[in-house]
Nanobody, 127 residues
Framework: QVQLVESGGGLVQAGDSLRLSCAAS????????RGWFRQTPGKEREFLAG????????YYADSVKGRFTISRDNARMTVYLQMNSLKPEDTATYYC????????????????????WGQGTQVTVSS
């Protein structure tokens, strides 16, 4: 079964760091770009970061640029989101997603561009 599985969420204090992982269950995701989004109740899913299959292109939302870093290890079919200097407003459910094509920030930032989504992992930042 083709799926994405996020891990690494948890409860942290403001100023702490977390690294989220998104593992792909199958080589079927070879060639796919990936993205990270987050969502809080009652709000739309918010784009955070995207990365091309090669890892050569990365894209970030202005709200997290400089604090979050996306990276990938294709040998492990895993994408990471390093989150530093976390704030209470970063509290959300974080999702990773996979898209087969696209090469611009506008493309990666649109949730509708993605073909597969993970189940999400909760991140809670206390003040």
């Amino acid at each position: 079964q083709v799926q994405l599985v996020e891990s690494g969420g948890g409860l942290v204090q403001a100023g702490d760091s977390l690294r989220l992982s998104c593992a792909a269950s199958a080589r079927a995701f070879r060639g796919y770009g990936r993205g990270w989004f987050r969502q809080t109740p009652g709000k739309e899913r918010e784009f955070l970061a995207g990365i091309s299959w090669s890892g050569g292109s990365t894209y970030y939302a202005d709200s997290v640029k400089g604090r979050f870093t996306i990276s990938r290890d294709n040998a492990r079919m895993t994408v990471y989101l390093q989150m530093n200097s976390l704030k209470p407003e970063d509290t959300a459910t974080y999702y990773c997603a996979a898209t087969f094509s696209g090469s611009s920030r506008d493309y990666y930032s649109g949730a509708s561009a993605y073909d597969y989504w993970g189940q999400g992992t909760q991140v809670t930042v206390s003040s």
